[in-house]
């Protein structure tokens, strides 16, 4: 069974920092592009960041200079570093792993999600 296991979430003050990671289980996702979106209720999965099997970034104009993507262990687990934290940041944050090389940034062209986990940044 594959999954992606995501954690590190939690409450924070604006300015303070939080790592989301995610693990892969089940299948190797060395040569799969991986990404972090965020969602708040009742509307649509955004992109945050993604990185390809190579160590290619790409990130979400709102997010670029605050917000670093990695990923280790034999390219299965991607780590999100997320720095000056702004209440705008709060939502729940979802990892996806795509079926391809290529980053991608819309949620459909992700096959795998992890669970979410909730980041909440006060003012």
């Known amino acids: 069974q594959v999954q992606l296991i995501t954690s590190g979430g939690g409450l924070v003050q604006a300015g303070g920092s939080l790592r989301l990671s995610c693990t892969a289980s089940g299948r190797s996702f060395r040569r799969n592009a991986m990404g972090w979106f965020r969602q708040d209720p009742g509307t649509e999965r955004v992109f945050v960041a993604g990185?390809?099997?190579?160590?290619?970034?790409s990130y979400a104009d709102d997010v670029k200079g605050r917000f670093t993507i990695a990923r280790v262990n034999n390219n299965n687990t991607v780590f999100l570093d997320m720095n000056n934290l702004k209440p705008d940041d709060t939502a729940e944050y979802y990892c996806?792993?795509?079926?391809?090389?290529?980053?991608?940034?819309?949620?459909?062209?992700?096959?795998?999600w992890g669970q979410g986990t909730q980041v909440t940044v006060s003012s």
């Open positions: 996806g792993a795509t079926g391809g090389l290529r980053i991608g940034i819309w949620s459909t062209e992700y096959d795998y």
């Open positions: 990185i390809d099997w190579s160590g290619l970034t």
